[in-house]
């Protein structure tokens, strides 16, 4: 069973950073794709990120292109999302994803596996 654990949310100030991190577990994650997904209150969930596991393609949302950055510790099965020059709107619950397919998709409902989520909230 695949397990998705998400940390490091917090409160920040405009400007600031912070980097989650998602742990995975359960499969061999080679042929899957990870996703960052977010969602703020009153509003659907909406893509952050995504990269394919066995590939260097990275994907990003209009909003956070230039700001954020996805990676992974392929040692440590574990997927990083660094965000920098964080702004208010980016307040939400974060989410990490996979499909046990290894092409990038911006739809959450192509996604099979989701962890429990963190806060982040940027203050003005």
């Known amino acids: 069973q695949v397990q998705l654990v998400e940390s490091g949310g917090g409160l920040v100030q405009a400007g600031g950073s912070l980097r989650l991190s998602c742990a995975a577990s359960g499969r061999a994650f080679s042929n899957y794709a990870m996703g960052w997904f977010r969602q703020a209150p009153g509003k659907e969930r909406e893509f952050v990120a995504a990269?394919?596991?066995?590939?260097?393609?990275?994907y990003y949302a209009d909003s956070v292109k230039g700001r954020f950055t996805i990676s992974r510790d392929n040692a440590k099965n574990t997927v990083y999302l660094q965000m920098n020059s964080l702004k208010p709107e980016d307040t939400a619950v974060y989410y990490c994803a996979a499909r046990d397919i290894p092409i990038t998709t911006s739809m959450a409902s192509r996604y099979a596996y989701w962890g429990q989520g963190t806060q982040v909230t940027v203050s003005s």
């Open positions: 990269f394919s596991w066995n590939g260097d393609s990275t």
